[in-house]
């Protein structure tokens, strides 16, 4: 049986509950069933976040999880970036952060603003208005770094939410 507690009527899992989680879970995994793609992603990961500060990768890798609702790389994104010194209050303002611009430098707003319409390029494209903010934010070489971010993000999340990932654990290590 599984520890919980009630909040507002919903029942919400601890402790033994990601294990369970875990053990309940019938979907592949895709490191070891697509070793080769997985290398592949794995490296083109590694390659995007070079030149880039820890802080913007992680808002980036953030926010892009919020809008595809991957709740597994969320998780390890937001304990990444607070390993790594971001305070709670920005990460708490990732999803608002029009809302909430005055935690976040020009530079920080123009990369969130991109992996918005990047990670919803169905939606609209990407609006020149956005693209030039980035670029005037960025050198062309940092603009690249933070597209293939953008881009290795929503392949990761679309992995993680495709095979049934689960949000608390931590596969990488």
Known sequence: MTAGVTT???????GTGVAAAVAGRSRLDFGETAPKAFRA?????AAARQGLEPALVELIQIRASHLNHCAYC?????????TAGESEER?????????????????EQAALAL???VTLVADGGVPDAVYDEAAAR???????QV???ICAINIWNRVALATGKVAGTDERR
């Open 8 to 14: 507002g009527g919903t029942a919400h899992a601890t």
């Open 41 to 45: 992603l794995i490296g083109f990961d």
């Open 74 to 82: 969320l998780h390890l994104h937001t304990s990444d970036a607070r």
């Open 91 to 107: 990460l708490h303002m990732v999803a608002v952060w029009r809302e909430a611009r005055h935690f976040f430098t020009r530079r």
């Open 115 to 117: 992996t918005e319409a």
């Open 138 to 144: 960025f050198d062309e070489q940092e603009l690249a």
């Open 147 to 149: 597209l293939a971010l």
